[in-house]
């Protein structure tokens, strides 16, 4: 018999507040709750100020969803949304510093790093559309033939497609309590909402929770001894990339564009936020940057060219180099066979281990702290 929402209820019946005693099932604190097959996900509504003592119920919300029948795994996570004379939210919280506020705990603490993960970035894009997570699967494998040890998460909560990029299917393993095991492909770790849910499932979550499952797929996974962490990031400049740059001590920022004026407008913008949050950009990739007919030879700038090679300059950020649209990384992409590993040899596989390259010369050097948000 499938679960249903009501089943979850009543175990959560059984769970109580600490403060008034009352079940978490009828204190109202309940989000959307989401069901695929045997998995369960859901957050707990707090205040801010609850959060080391919700962490029990929190626990035992997942004990008890656990027990059910059929349940197979269980994520809950806290989330804070602001109400008047409440604490502010995580992702208030982030937009604040990001606008220089003062807060009422005095300095913001430095983002911790992940256990084992030497550095990480962040592949970005101003807008949707534009290759960012093709790109950031080509540009993983590329750094892992540079000898790096290397994982990719795919943060893309609306639209997780490195499962699919990469051609991985199946559920991750839980290792202990919280923490799963990160899937593997040509040598890379990898983590995907799209490993949890059901590839048609629509992820319709407000930012609070986006925001945990970013924060736990980021520490909540197994995942070893990394030289790179590469994170497909959401599109656009919003509180998950805010999140990011204020959790995370990211080394640095590729931004993926392409080359018509319409992305660029865009681009401009996540240069502009990343700089802002004190990322470094370790440059821009134009991406579609041209066609080439493969029955005559004919070139055809499609999407116009040369526009982020000019940005780049006049943004005074690197750039690093021109991807192609070509048929091939499109095939590969939907084979779930990135080119830099199915082809390694052809032009497109070194236009992206050049890239790599060049972001491994960006990383070089002593691991960056997290800084204060400060945005003027």
Known sequence: MALSQ???????????LPASGQSLAASGRIGDILIDGGKVIFAIGIDATEAGAMEPVRKAAESAVSGIPGVTQVLVGLTADKAPGRAPSQAAEARRQAHGQPGPGGPVPKAAGIPGVKQIIAVASGKGGVGKSTTTANLAVGLATLGLKVGVLDADIYGPSVPKIFGITGKPRLVSGRTLAPMEAYGLKIMSIGFLIDEETPMIWRGPMVISAITQMLREVAWGELDVLVVDMPPGTGDAQLTMAQQTPLAGAVIVSTPQDLALLDARRGVAMFKKVEVPILGIVENMSYFICPECGHRSDIFAHGGARHEAERLHVP????????????????GGRPIVASDPDSAHAKAYVALARQVKAGLAGPARAAPRIVIE
């Open 319 to 334: 750039f690093l180099g021109e991807i192609p649209l070509a048929m091939p990384i499109r095939e590969t992409s939907d």
């Open 6 to 16: 009501n089943d979850i209820l009543r175990a959560l019946e059984l769970v109580k």
